[in-house]
C-alpha cells in the first residue's frame, strides 16, 4: 500500500469485475429474451403521457413491477402477475420504481381502464379518495365557462363542482392517461421468463 | 506487526491491556448477532416459507377421531360401481330415487359434505353402530330398516310417485350400504366415534322459544332459507338451500321434526360455514321457529293427530299436535304438485 | 443455466479469495506495516493532544502551513458551495416532506410538484453538498497525508466551477420536467457531460499530488480518496451513457450505480475522511492499523456487487439478485474492520469525544455508517426485504447512510478544516453546539419516525386483507413526525452556513487588509 | 495546542498482537459458509420457479388437451352428474337423451352457446338454463368433449376440432344462447317434439340505466367504461353480467355508505339514488357476456376445484357450490355468481372479507369461511372459478314470478 498507482489499478479493476457481472452478463442475458408475445411498443401520444409521468416524477411513488404471489399478495390486490424482464422490452428509460407510497401501476391499464375515472384522479385525487396523498396535478387542466367543441371535460363529484365552470384537460393530461391506460401486462407470462425466483424455493404448491 | 518503535506494550499494567477493550467486545458481539440473525433468517426463509398454513389441531375427549377416505380411493370395478351409484342417490336422491322422493331433500341436506361432515350423522359413523335397537320402532334395526325410515320421513315418501319407501331388497339400499361401507373404511365397529349423530345440546332454564327463534330465524337463518323457510333453488330451479317447513320439506316423523335433533345439527353446522357461531340458546329457539310450523303429516297417523302423538310422539321435543296460531300443528300440508 | 450459476459461483468465490488472500496478507504481515505508518498522519510533537480545532487556528509547523496555503481557495470554493448547495437542498427536501402530508398545498404550478421537489432535493444534496464536499475534503487531506503542497490546484478549481455550472443546469432542467427519468440519474445526460469534466479535473490534482508525494506510505485515508476519485468518474458516465440499456437491463444499471454512489463515492470520502480526523483529532492513531487493510479491500470486493437488492423480487435474473444480497450481507467483514478501528479510539478517549464538537460529528458519523452497514446487510436478506422494500423504511435508511453517516462526517470536517484553511477561528462558536444537537434530534425524530412507519405500512401492503388505503393512512402520522425532524434538521444547516459565511467573509477581510497593509 | 489535560497519559491504543482479531476470522467464515448455502438455495429456487413457470405451461397445455372423460368430470358433472343422470326437474339426464344422438352440429352449438328456454328430453320437460361454453373451452376440448358424450350416451362418432372451428364460425355472429328447444330442433328434428319458446315480455326497456352504464351519470364515469360493454369485466375489475339484481344493488348502497369501502366504486355510488341502483342491478343481472377471466393468479387449480366441489372438512371451509349453486351459477336475490368472476377479484374479496368482514353487511356467512383459507387457498379457488363458464342471463323478472 505504498504505491498509487497498483492501488488504482487494482481498485478499478475490481469495479470492472462488479460491473461484468451487475452490468454486463445481466444486459446479455436479458438481451437475450425477446419483447414478450403481447407486448406492444408505445404509441407517440402514450409516449408524450410517458414523458409527462418521468417529468412530474411518478415513479417515486409508483412502482412498476408486481411481486410473486410466494412474495406479497399484489395478484389479489389486481396488481397482476408478476413482471418478467420481456414486459419491459420498450421501456427506455425503465420506470421499476422502489416505492409504493401509492400503488402499483403496471397494471393500471388493466384494471382502470376508464379515462375518465384517471382525468378526475389526477386533477383532483381526494375528490375520489379522501385519504389519498397524492398531489393534485391542476396545471393539467383549465378551467373555462363553456366547454369548446372536442374538449374533454372532467367530471366531479357532485359536492365538488363549481357553478358555471368546467374543467376540461389539457393534451398534456389526455398523453398522461393515455400512457396510464397503456399499461397493461395481463397476456400470459413465457414460460423461459426472467425474473427473481428467490422466493419460489417452495418448489411445488402446498 | 509489532512496531519496534511503540514500547508501550512492554510497560502495559494488566489493568490496562483490558481497557479499550470492551467496545471491540461488543463490536463482536454486534457481529456475531447480526450473524446469528442472519442464520436464523436463512432457516426462515427455508421452512417457515416451504410450509404451508398451519391446520387446526384435532381435539380428543375419549371418542376416537376418524377420517373418511377420500373420493379418489373409490375402487374401481363393479364394487366400486356400486359405491358410486350410492353417492350419486346421496347426493342426488330425488333423482337418482325419484319413485321414492316425496319432497326437495336429498340425504345430504342434512348429512352434510355427502355425508362426511362430522356432527351432522355422518353415514361412517352410522355405518359401523348397526343394526341398532332402536326405540322409534321398538325393534333391532338393520341399516336397511333405518334407510326405510329415512325415505318414510325425512324424504316424505308417502307423497313419492310410489306413495313409500324403496321396497325391502331394493338395489337403492344395497348402493347406499356400499357408499356408507367405503366411508367407513378402517373404521372400528361398534366404538363411539367423534362426530357421530347429531351433538347434544342441554337445554337451559330458558327452554326454548319460538318467538325468539323467528328472531333468531330471520337475522342468520332467512338470507338463505328465505323467511318463508323454502329454501331457495338456483336458476335452473334446482335446490340449493334445502326447505325447512311446507310440503317439499320432512314430515313430522323425521327425526329432525324433533327440536333437540334440530338445535344440535343447527348449533353444529349452521349457518352453513359458520357452525358453532350460534349460542346453544339460539339453535333451541331457531330450532323451535323452524319445528312450529307445518310440514306432510306423520306417515304413521291413521287416527287423529291427537291420537298419533300419544302413539308415536310422546315424550318428544316437539310441537306435533300443538296448536300454533289456531292451528293445530300435524295435520299436514297438501301436497306439491311435483315439477 | 450452467454458465449463470457458473458466474455466481465463479463471483463469490472470487470474493472471497480476495478477502481470504487479504486476511492471511495481514495476519502474517506480509505489508510490512503497522503503527509506525499509522502515525504518519501526526508532525512531530502532535501525538497524545488534543489537536482541538474549533478553538485554534492554522498549525504552527511551517511545512504544513505551506500545504494548506496551496489548498485553501480551491477547498473553500468546494466547501463553500457545497454548503450553499446543502442548504438550498434541505429546504427543497422539507418541502417534499411536508407536501406528502399536506398534497393540495403548492399544486398550482408543475415545478413545484412533489415529484420534482424530491428529485431535486435528491441531486442537490448528493451531487451538490455530499459530493463537492467530499472533493472538498479529499483535496485538503490529500496533500496533508502526503507531506506535500497539492499539485495544479487550478484544476481543483476550474472543476468546482464547471461542476456548479453543471449542478444548476442540471437543477434548471429538472424543475422544468427536462429529466433522464431515472432515480439517481435524473440530470439530463447531455448536461452530465459537465459534470463528468468537473468532476475529472478535480480529480488531477489529487492524483498528481498522490504520484509525486514526499512520503512513501500512503495513509488509509488516501487509498479511500484515491479509489473513490477514480471509481466515481467510471461509474458515471457508464450510467449516463444515452441508449445503452432498455428496460429490464437498465433497472440493472440504474441500481448498479446507483448504490455505488454511495458505497464506492461518499462511503469512501467519508471513511477516508473519519481515518484521518479521528486520530488526528485525538492525537492517536488508529487502533489496529493493518486491519484498515481489510476494511478497504473488502469494502471494494463486497460494496461493488450489492447493487441489485433494490431489485429483489424484480423482473432481473435471480442469479444476480441473490449475489447482490450475500455480498450485501458480506459487508459485515469491513464494517466490522472499520468499527474496531475507529470505535475503539474514540472509546478508550471519551474525554476527547466531549471536548471537540468536530470529533463529536465525525465520530458520531463514523458510528451511524456502522449501523447503516448493518442495517443494510439485514435489509438485504429477503426475509426482511420483503417487508421493507417500497417502503418509507428505505428512505430512513437512505438518511442515515447520506445523512447521518455522510453528512455528519463533513459537518465536522467543515468544522476541522475551516479554521485552518482561513486563519480564523469560528465567528459563533455557540452556533455549532446548537447546530449539532439541532441535527442530532432533528434526525433522531426522523429516523425513528419513518423507520416504524415504514415497517408498518409494509406489514400493512404484504396482508392481502387490508386495503392499500390503510398502508397509506397509517403512515401520515409518521410523514408528518418527519417533517418536523427535517425541520429542524434545516435549522441546524442554516446555522452552519451562517457561519462558513461569517469565517469566509472575515478571512476575506483579512485578505483585503493585508493586501492593503 | 491543548489545554485538556489527557485522562490517562499511560494508556495508549495499540495494535494487538493479532492484527486481525479472532472474532473476525470466525465471522468472515461463518458468512461465507451462509453465503454459499444462500446461493445454492436461491439457484434450487430459480430453477423451482423456472421448473413452476413450464409446469404451469404445461398445466395450460394439459388442461387443453385433456381427454373428453376428464372434461367431463370437470366441466358437466357438477350439473349432469358424473353418471349423466341429471337432476329431476331440473338438469336434463344425458342418459338417452336424443340430443345425444341426433347431428353432432347440435351438441356442439349447445356447447357453444348454450340453451335458454324450455326443452324435452326423455319425457320431462326442463326451464333451465346451459351456460355457453364457447368463451371457456377451445375447439379441440369440445371436439374431444362431444366425442366423449356421444360415445357414452349417444351414437359414437368422433367430431374433430376442424369440425367445431367451422361450426364457431359459422355462429360467430350469435351473441345469445339458443332459445330452448324449439329453437335447437331447427338445427336437428332428430330431438324430438319441443316445447314452444314463449319469448317472455320484452322486459322493460329500462333506458335509464342503459344510459347510467354506458355514459355515467351527468357525465360522469361510466360502468361500461371499466366492467366492459357487456359487465363481462377484466383483469381486475370484477364481471358483473349474471349477478343476481339484488345483489348488486346492495353493493352499490354499501358502496355509498362506506359499509362496503371502495375508493373507486364509493365516489360513484354516491351519486345513485335507490332506483338507479335497482335499475343498474337489474341491467346486469339480464346481461349475457362470455367469459373474460383466466387464471393468473398461480392458483393451483386442482386444489381450487377441490374447494369449490367438495370444500375442506380439514379446515371447516364447505364448498363454495354448497351456497353459491352448483356450479357457481348464485343464488338469487343474494348469493352471488362467482363463476367466470376476474381472480384478483374473487381473491382480494375473499382477503378483505376474511380480514374486515364486519364491515360489510349482507355477507355473515363468507368471513369466517373466508378467515379460514389460506392465501394459496384464495388464489387457487379463484382461479379456478376463473375457468368455469359464465353464468346464463336470465330475465330476472320472470323468474322471481316463477
Known amino acids: 500500500m505504498n504505491r498509487a498507482l497498483p492501488l488504482v489499478i487494482l481498485a478499478m479493476a475490481i469495479l470492472a469485475f462488479a460491473t461484468m457481472l451487475l452490468v454486463v452478463v445481466p444486459r446479455a442475458q436479458i438481451g437475450s429474451e425477446p419483447p414478450a408475445a403481447g407486448l406492444r411498443a408505445y404509441s407517440p401520444e402514450e409516449l408524450r403521457g410517458r414523458a409527462q409521468y418521468m417529468s412530474l416524477g411518478c415513479v417515486y411513488c409508483h412502482s412498476q413491477q408486481p411481486r410473486t404471489p410466494d412474495q406479497a399478495p399484489d395478484g389479489e390486490r389486481g396488481w397482476g402477475r408478476p413482471s418478467v424482464a420481456a414486459d419491459y422490452a420498450y421501456d427506455s428509460p425503465h420506470l421499476m420504481g422502489t416505492m409504493r407510497t401509492g400503488p402499483d401501476l403496471l397494471n393500471v391499464g388493466a384494471r382502470l381502464p376508464s379515462t375518465a375515472w384517471h382525468l378526475t384522479h389526477l386533477y383532483r385525487p381526494r375528490a375520489i379518495a379522501p385519504w389519498s396523498i397524492m398531489p393534485s396535478y391542476p396545471f393539467l387542466f383549465e378551467i373555462k365557462d363553456h366547454a369548446a367543441p372536442g374538449d374533454t371535460v372532467v367530471w366531479l363529484p357532485r359536492e365538488q363542482r363549481v357553478a358555471g365552470k368546467v374543467v376540461v384537460a389539457r393534451p398534456e393530461a389526455m398523453a398522461l392517461v393515455a400512457y396510464l391506460l397503456s399499461l397493461d401486462r395481463t397476456y400470459p407470462a413465457p414460460a423461459s421468463a426472467i425474473r427473481d425466483d428467490g422466493y419460489s424455493r417452495v418448489g411445488g404448491k402446498p | 506487526m509489532t512496531d519496534p518503535g511503540h514500547t508501550a506494550t512492554e510497560t502495559e499494567s494488566p489493568r490496562d491491556q483490558r481497557k479499550g477493550r470492551g467496545l471491540p467486545h461488543s463490536i463482536y458481539a454486534l457481529g456475531g448477532g447480526l450473524l446469528l440473525f442472519a442464520l436464523v433468517m436463512l432457516v426462515r426463509d427455508d421452512i417457515l416459507l416451504r410450509s404451508g398454513p398451519p391446520t387446526p389441531a384435532a381435539q380428543d375427549n375419549g371418542a376416537i377421531a376418524f377420517t373418511p377416505p377420500p373420493m379418489s380411493s373409490i375402487p374401481n370395478g363393479p364394487a366400486g360401481a356400486s359405491i358410486r351409484h350410492g353417492m350419486a342417490i346421496f347426493e342426488n336422491t330425488g333423482t337418482e330415487a325419484r319413485a321414492f322422493v316425496g319432497n326437495g331433500l336429498a340425504c345430504r341436506s342434512c348429512h352434510l359434505d355427502a355425508g362426511r361432515k362430522a356432527d351432522s350423522a355422518p353415514m361412517w359413523a352410522a355405518w359401523v353402530s348397526y343394526p341398532q335397537y332402536r326405540a322409534k320402532n321398538k325393534k333391532m334395526n338393520s341399516m336397511e330398516d333405518r334407510l326405510n325410515g329415512c325415505f318414510s320421513y325425512s324424504m316424505n315418501g308417502q307423497d313419492s310417485p310410489s306413495g313409500g319407501p324403496p321396497p325391502k331388497g331394493d338395489p337403492i339400499y344395497t348402493d347406499l350400504e356400499a357408499y356408507f361401507h367405503w366411508l367407513a373404511s378402517n373404521a372400528p365397529t361398534g366404538a363411539k366415534l367423534k362426530g357421530a349423530g347429531f351433538p347434544k345440546l342441554k337445554l337451559s332454564s330458558l327452554g326454548y322459544d319460538r318467538d325468539r327463534g323467528r328472531a333468531v330465524y330471520a337475522q342468520h337463518c332467512a338470507s338463505c332459507h328465505g323467511d318463508d323457510g323454502q329454501g331457495r333453488r338456483d336458476l335452473n330451479g334446482r335446490q340449493v338451500f334445502p326447505p325447512l317447513w311446507g310440503a317439499n320439506s320432512y314430515n313430522w316423523g323425521a327425526g329432525m321434526a324433533q327440536i333437540n335433533n334440530a338445535a344440535g345439527f343447527i348449533k353444529a353446522n349452521m349457518p352453513l360455514g359458520a357452525g358453532n357461531s350460534l349460542t346453544d340458546q339460539q339453535a333451541w329457539d331457531a330450532a323451535a321457529w323452524i319445528d312450529s310450523q307445518e310440514r306432510p303429516k306423520d306417515p304413521r297417523q291413521k287416527g287423529s293427530v291427537q291420537d298419533n302423538a300419544a302413539a308415536f310422539h310422546e315424550g318428544e321435543k316437539t310441537f306435533y299436535g300443538k296448536t300454533i296460531d289456531n292451528h293445530l300443528l300435524g295435520t299436514g300440508t297438501s301436497p306439491k304438485p311435483r315439477l | ?517 | 495546542m491543548s489545554e485538556h489535560p489527557l485522562a490517562d497519559e499511560a494508556f495508549e491504543p495499540y495494535e494487538p498482537r493479532r492484527p486481525v482479531p479472532l472474532p473476525v476470522y470466525w465471522m468472515a467464515i461463518a458468512l461465507a459458509l451462509w453465503g454459499a448455502v444462500t446461493l445454492w438455495n436461491d439457484s434450487t429456487a430459480q430453477s423451482s420457479g423456472v421448473g413452476q413457470r413450464l409446469a404451469e405451461a404445461g398445466d395450460m397445455t394439459r388442461r387443453h388437451s385433456a381427454a373428453g372423460a376428464d372434461l367431463f368430470a370437470q366441466r358437466c358433472a357438477t350439473c349432469h352428474q358424473a353418471n349423466g343422470a341429471g337432476v329431476a326437474g331440473a338438469v336434463p339426464p344425458l342418459q338417452g337423451s336424443r340430443f345425444l344422438g341426433a347431428n353432432p352440429q347440435l351438441v356442439v352449438q349447445i356447447l357453444l352457446h348454450g340453451i335458454n328456454g324450455p326443452i324435452a328430453v326423455g319425457g320431462d320437460r326442463f326451464d333451465g338454463h346451459m351456460p355457453a361454453f364457447g368463451s371457456v373451452l377451445d375447439d379441440g376440448q369440445i371436439a374431444r368433449l362431444v366425442t366423449h358424450l356421444r360415445a357414452t350416451w349417444g351414437n359414437g362418432g368422433e367430431v374433430e376440432a376442424a369440425f367445431v372451428k367451422a361450426q364457431r364460425q359459422a355462429t360467430r355472429e350469435r351473441h345469445a344462447s339458443w332459445n330452448g328447444g324449439a329453437d335447437l330442433v331447427s338445427l336437428d328434428p332428430a330431438v324430438g317434439p319441443q316445447p314452444a319458446f314463449l319469448s317472455a315480455p320484452p322486459a322493460p326497456s329500462d333506458s335509464v340505466a342503459m344510459a347510467l352504464a354506458r355514459g355515467g351519470k351527468a357525465g360522469g364515469w361510466a360502468c361500461s367504461a371499466c366492467h366492459g360493454a357487456a359487465g363481462e369485466g377484466r383483469s381486475g375489475v370484477p364481471r358483473l353480467a349474471g349477478l343476481p339484481a339484488d345483489y348488486i344493488a346492495q353493493a352499490l348502497l354499501a358502496f355509498s355508505t362506506g359499509t362496503r369501502p371502495s375508493d373507486i366504486m364509493g365516489p360513484i355510488a354516491r351519486q345513485l339514488d335507490g332506483p338507479e341502483r335497482v335499475g343498474l342491478g337489474r341491467l346486469y343481472a339480464t346481461m349475457a357476456s362470455a367469459s373474460r377471466a383466466r387464471p393468473e393468479l398461480d392458483g393451483d387449480l386442482a386444489r381450487g376445484a377441490t374447494l369449490a366441489l367438495q370444500g375442506d372438512d380439514r379446515r371447516d371451509v364447505p364448498s363454495c357450490f354448497s351456497c353459491h349453486g352448483p356450479s357457481g351459477f348464485g343464488v338469487a336475490p343474494i348469493v352471488p355468481a362467482i363463476a367466470a368472476q376476474q381472480p384478483a377479484y374473487t381473491a382480494g374479496r375473499l382477503a378483505a372479507l376474511g380480514r374486515h368482514g364486519k364491515d360489510d353487511a349482507g355477507a355473515a356467512v363468507m368471513p369466517s369461511v373466508a378467515a379460514r383459507l389460506s392465501d394459496a387457498d384464495r388464489r387457487a379457488v379463484a382461479d379456478y372459478l376463473a375457468t368455469l363458464p359464465p353464468s346464463p342471463a336470465i330475465d330476472t323478472d320472470t323468474k322471481d314470478a316463477r
Open chain 3, 1 to 517: 443455466m450452467l454458465t449463470i450459476g457458473l458466474f455466481l459461483a465463479i463471483s463469490f468465490l472470487v470474493s472471497l479469495a480476495g478477502l481470504t488472500a487479504l486476511i492471511w496478507a495481514v495476519s502474517t504481515d506480509q505489508f510490512s506495516f503497522g503503527q509506525k505508518q499509522a502515525r504518519i498522519i501526526f508532525i512531530e510533537g502532535e501525538e497524545g493532544h488534543l489537536d482541538d480545532p474549533t478553538a485554534g487556528s492554522g498549525s504552527r509547523d511551517l511545512e504544513r502551513a505551506s500545504i494548506d496555503r496551496t489548498t485553501a481557495w480551491p477547498v473553500s470554493l468546494f466547501l463553500g458551495a457545497a454548503v450553499v448547495w446543502l442548504v438550498i437542498g434541505s429546504f427543497f427536501g422539507l418541502i417534499a416532506s411536508l407536501k406528502l402530508h399536506l398534497p393540495d398545498w403548492l399544486d398550482e404550478n408543475a415545478v413545484l410538484t412533489f415529484g420534482r421537489m424530491r428529485t431535486l432535493h435528491l441531486t442537490m444534496v448528493i451531487y451538490g453538498w455530499l459530493s463537492l464536499g467530499g472533493i472538498g475534503t479529499a483535496t485538503w487531506i490529500t496533500p496533508r497525508i502526503f507531506h506535500s503542497p497539492l499539485r495544479s490546484p487550478r484544476f481543483a478549481t476550474w472543476g468546482a466551477i464547471i461542476w456548479n455550472a453543471g449542478l444548476i443546469a442540471g437543477c434548471v432542467a429538472i424543475a422544468t420536467g427536462w429529466t433522464d427519468g431515472e432515480e439517481w440519474l435524473e440530470i439530463p445526460w447531455q448536461i452530465d457531460g459537465l459534470l463528468a469534466l468537473g468532476g475529472g479535473l478535480a480529480v488531477v490534482p489529487v492524483l498528481r499530488t498522490a504520484f509525486g508525494r514526499s512520503v512513501d506510505h500512503i495513509y488509509v485515508s488516501g487509498w479511500y480518496f484515491l479509489a473513490a476519485l477514480c471509481w466515481f468518474p467510471a461509474l458515471f458516465i457508464i450510467a449516463n451513457i444515452p441508449g445503452l440499456f432498455v428496460g429490464a437491463e437498465q433497472a440493472t444499471v440504474n441500481w448498479w450505480f446507483a448504490h455505488n454512489v454511495l458505497g464506492l463515492w461518499l462511503t469512501p470520502l467519508g471513511l477516508g475522511a473519519a481515518y484521518y480526523f479521528i486520530p488526528k483529532i485525538i492525537g492517536k492513531p488508529v487502533y489496529s492499523y493493518s486491519l484498515s487493510l481489510i476494511g478497504f479491500w473488502a469494502l471494494a470486493l463486497f460494496y461493488s456487487q450489492v447493487g441489485i437488492h433494490h431489485l429483489i423480487g424484480g423482473p432481473v435474473p435471480t442469479w444476480v439478485v441473490t449475489l447482490s444480497v450475500v455480498q450485501s450481507v458480506m459487508m459485515v467483514v469491513p464494517v466490522l474492520a472499520v468499527a474496531i478501528n475507529q470505535h475503539v479510539v474514540v472509546a478508550s478517549n471519551l474525554w476527547a469525544f466531549r471536548a471537540s464538537l468536530p470529533l463529536r460529528f465525525i465520530s458520531l458519523g463514523a458510528m451511524m455508517y456502522t449501523l447503516a452497514s448493518v442495517e443494510g446487510s439485514l435489509e438485504a436478506l429477503r426475509s426482511i426485504n420483503t417487508v421493507t422494500h417500497f417502503t418509507q423504511f428505505t428512505i430512513a435508511h437512505a438518511h442515515l447512510g447520506a445523512y447521518g453517516f455522510a453528512s455528519f462526517i463533513l459537518f465536522g470536517s467543515i468544522y476541522y478544516m475551516m479554521p485552518r484553511i482561513t486563519g480564523r477561528a469560528w465567528p459563533w462558536p455557540g452556533l455549532i453546539t446548537v447546530h449539532f444537537w439541532s441535527v442530532l434530534a432533528g434526525f433522531a425524530v426522523y429516523f425513528v419516525a419513518l423507520t416504524i412507519g415504514g415497517l408498518l405500512q409494509g406489514e400493512a401492503m404484504l396482508d392481502a386483507g387490508r386495503p392499500f388505503a390503510q398502508s397509506v393512512i397509517l403512515l401520515k402520522p409518521y410523514l408528518e413526525a418527519r417533517s418536523i425532524g427535517g425541520a429542524v434538521m434545516t435549522l441546524g444547516h442554516i446555522l452552519l452556513a451562517v457561519n462558513v459565511a461569517g469565517i469566509l467573509a472575515r478571512s476575506a477581510a483579512d485578505a483585503r487588509k493585508g493586501e492593503t497593509a
